[in-house]
């Protein structure tokens, strides 16, 4: 496969347990034998007790006897007997080479033909990132969210998902943003690696691919060098997804902003829908008022501006229907207690996240009256 080097290096470095595997038959979930069991000054009487163990998150095993350290690079220098200097490119040709990548040439970005492409690219995707994004979307009509009509991508979607647990470059990247596989498939995440929905696009991209209902979706491009504009591609209007979460069984029903904060809040076993961008606020109402939700909602967008005006906007909307709402930091202490959104407040405390994330009214009703009581306090003071 191609890649540039900054792919290549992050994704070289995910592939240290297949390279264990691969090369030296060892099953790395449990101990096994010091990779360098053979060397008299380290293990004298080699390693009979198996004292290496492999850390996957950081991608580095550990002999606990001999304090010997391997990540994929320092181990296959150790393999081909190459230097490990910060400077040696021998070392980097030869992982690329054991992984099958091909680099595109090293000073491409820099050259006038590179930036000439970009431009273009830019010229043509200047709206990616904006409401209105796509070929199908001239055909859509405005106003109400119904279907669209767009065409069902349900197969896609299967076949996305199939391929994400087949590549696991794609399911590291969910990995560490605190998914795991049982809300990957929940949330109906999917991998791409030839993602080009549109004629007009020039290079197809490795993407997770992210269903809004059954014909729209949000891709997520994996490569660590595209530029803000290039990070998410939309096809379809931006729109709620999640909607299926309305049917609860009377448990709150959280409402944030973004696909991966929903993901994050499955992740701790809530129920959430993402708006998936303030300006569908009044769609969702109109949906939440046809389809009413079993619990109470929980408002939890963004701190911003826009993300305030929509929760005051949905707030009336569905107040006046007789629906109950909560709104994190107004009615509770901030759900994500000061982290930038559910999916950082994940990363930095899953079991945090779960605590501060009521799972039934009475609870939600316990915290705001201590909320409220301690607020007033303050302002006695
Ligand atoms: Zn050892």
Known sequence: MQMDSHDAAEYISTRMEDYLRQTRSIDPSRRFRCLDADDPVKHAHGDRNPSMTFHKASGVCKCWACGSKYNIYTLIAKDYNLPTGASDHA??????EIFDIQLTPRDFKKTEEYKKKVEEEKGKHADFTGKYVNDDQAKVSDGSYSQEDLPDKTEYFERCTEALFKNQYALNYLHSRGLSDDTIRKCHLGYDGEFKPYERMKYPMRAIVIPRGNNRYTARNLSQTAGKAFRYISVGRFAPSGLENVQSGGKPVYIVEGEFDRAALTEVGRFAI??????????????LSEHR??????????????????????RKMLE??????????????????????????????????????????????SREKTFVRQKMKAAMR
């Open 320 to 365: 006046d229907e007789g629906i109950r709402v909560f709104v994190s930091r107004r009615h509770l202490p901030d759900i994500f207690f000061g982290a930038k959104d559910a999916n950082d407040a994940l990363l930095k405390d899953p079991e945090k996240l779960k605590e501060s994330c009521p799972n039934s009214l009475e609870e939600l009703e």
């Open 274 to 287: 993402s708006l998936g961008g303030t300006e569908s606020a009044a769609a969702l109402a109109k949906y």
């Open 91 to 96: 070392l980097f040709k030869k992982a690329c």
């Open 293 to 314: 939700p079993e619990g109470p909602i929980v408002l939890a967008l963004d701190n911003d501006p826009p993300g305030q005006e929509a929760t005051r906007k949905l």
